[in-house]
């Protein structure tokens, strides 16, 4: 008997549907990019391990999907090595490449390998597909779209400002409402600095980005294993805990961070962001316990969470001042986000808010009645057709009742139909499937219906 077809955990088949519901998403950011001056590149599935390998950090490494070497990859491999099950160290040996595990590091690559085809700043878009070998949960997955748009080669601030416009204008697009956060590695510096744990920065900004999802109390706990002091986690409370507007957060963070230049550079820099931001429709908020866990981000950072609905982060980014560097193009700057494309794709269904004409179903089916029929309805459906309007012709002579279920399953609002009388008349009866209402028509009369 043969085996069930089954896909892998943590990915998903999409159907014609689902892919209508896609493509508006793609589409609606998409447009947005490009109202802002933004190209679109594509970057190949797999990188090198060389390319991939501590960019994101040690947990980002951990959920990274290599691909096995092609041919007799343990050729090289003795039978010591075999015996000691050191996973990393065979990894390192017997695969070359994995599967990407974001778009911006393999955009770091292609800035650095086209540099002398690019015109900086460099604002680019993509969308495609990542890979990360994480437990597969609601809104979480193995296989997911991203849609990045990223500037390279220009320190201004104004690239943040605009940025968190296209993230107000795609959500307002979408009719989704939703929480844009902003905060700044270099605040999260200066407070290392200032309770006295410069050297645990990591530690404090991984620890406290999951704030949200494991409380306060797990938050210190982890601090503590990290070696935090009581005193520096005592010191941390305040400031991951505090409230107010934007402008009172930041002028008591200025108060604590003071004494630190780098934490003093970081409100400066939220100042100015935020300033241009008065006019967003969608809430902007400071939020100090935002860290973004990746660790090529040097400035400001965002996040962005639907309102309406539970489902974590839908986009984010943030400022990474060389990450160009570690390919041998040192200093220069670039500020990015990414749009979560398949978690909006669940908000979206969730508060059922897609528009009807996004579908892109059939909008006529021309009813087949023989060969003659189809003859005198094929360069009517032509005629239509080059007029934008989706149409189809069922391809068989089948029952009546079968091509009208077949419109019916697929949602398709119009039906033609031509036996001898219409023929005789040069004209289609046209049926609304909703209505029941019908009329005879020519196809200039249909065009203009639709139109």
Not at 14 to 27: D, H, Q, T
Not at 301 to 325: C, H, Q, W
Request: glycine share 8%; hydrophobic share 40%; charged share 25%.
């Amino acid at each position: 008997m043969a085996n069930k077809p089954s896909i892998p955990k943590g990915t998903r088949d999409f159907g014609p549907v689902e892919m209508a519901k896609r493509n508006y998403i793609f589409n609606t950011i998409r447009s947005v990019y490009e109202l802002y001056g933004f190209q679109q590149i594509e970057t190949p599935a797999q990188e090198t391990l060389q390319t991939l390998m501590g960019k994101y950090g040690e947990e980002g490494d951990k959920l990274l999907f290599k691909i096995l070497n092609s041919g007799d990859y343990l050729s090289k491999i003795d039978d010591q090595e075999l015996a000691e099950r050191n996973t990393l160290r065979l990894a390192s040996k017997i695969c070359e490449k994995g599967l990407r595990y974001d778009l911006t590091v393999p955009f770091a690559r292609y800035v650095v390998m086209h540099r002398e085809e690019l015109q900086l700043p460099f604002k680019r878009y993509q969308v495609q597909p990542v890979w990360r070998a994480d437990r597969p949960q609601k809104g979480r997955y193995r296989e997911f779209y991203q849609f990045d748009g990223d500037v390279v080669g220009s320190d201004s601030l104004l690239n943040e400002v605009e940025l968190m416009q296209i993230v107000d204008t795609v959500f307002s697009r979408f009719s989704v409402r939703v929480q844009i956060k902003i905060n700044n590695r270099k605040i999260l510096t200066g407070i290392a600095e200032v309770i006295g744990a410069a050297d645990k920065i990591v530690d404090i900004t991984v620890a406290i980005d999951k704030l949200d999802k494991i409380g306060i109390d797990n938050v210190n706990a982890e601090l503590r294993e990290d070696g935090l002091s009581d005193e520096q986690i005592e010191k941390l409370q305040p400031i991951i805990m505090l409230e107010g507007t934007n402008e009172e957060k930041l002028n008591t963070i200025a108060d604590v961070l003071s004494s630190s230049e780098t934490g003093m550079k970081g409100v400066e820099e939220c100042r100015y962001i935020l300033s241009f931001l008065n006019g967003l429709k969608n809430e902007i908020l400071l939020d100090l316990t935002l860290a973004r866990g990746l660790s090529y981000y040097t400035g400001a950072i965002f996040e962005v969470k639907a309102l309406d609905t539970p489902m974590g982060s839908i986009s984010g980014g943030g400022r990474y001042d060389n990450l160009t560097g570690i390919f041998g193009m040192p200093g220069l700057s670039g500020v990015g986000i990414s749009f979560g494309v398949d978690r909006i794709y669940d908000v979206l269904n969730a508060l059922d808010l897609y528009p009807k004409d996004s579908l892109n179903t059939t909008q006529l089916l021309f009813i087949n009645f023989g060969e003659k029929e189809t003859a005198y309805c094929l360069p009517i459906a032509a005629k239509v057709r080059e007029a934008g309007i989706r149409t189809e012709i069922f391809p068989d002579a089948a029952k009546m009742k079968k091509q009208m279920s077949y419109a019916n399953a697929k949602h398709i609002p119009f039906v033609a139909l031509a036996g001898e009388n219409e023929i005789a008349q040069g004209k289609v009866t046209l049926k609304n499937m909703e209505t029941g209402e019908q009329s005879l028509v020519t196809a200039e009369e249909i065009i203009d219906k639709f139109n």
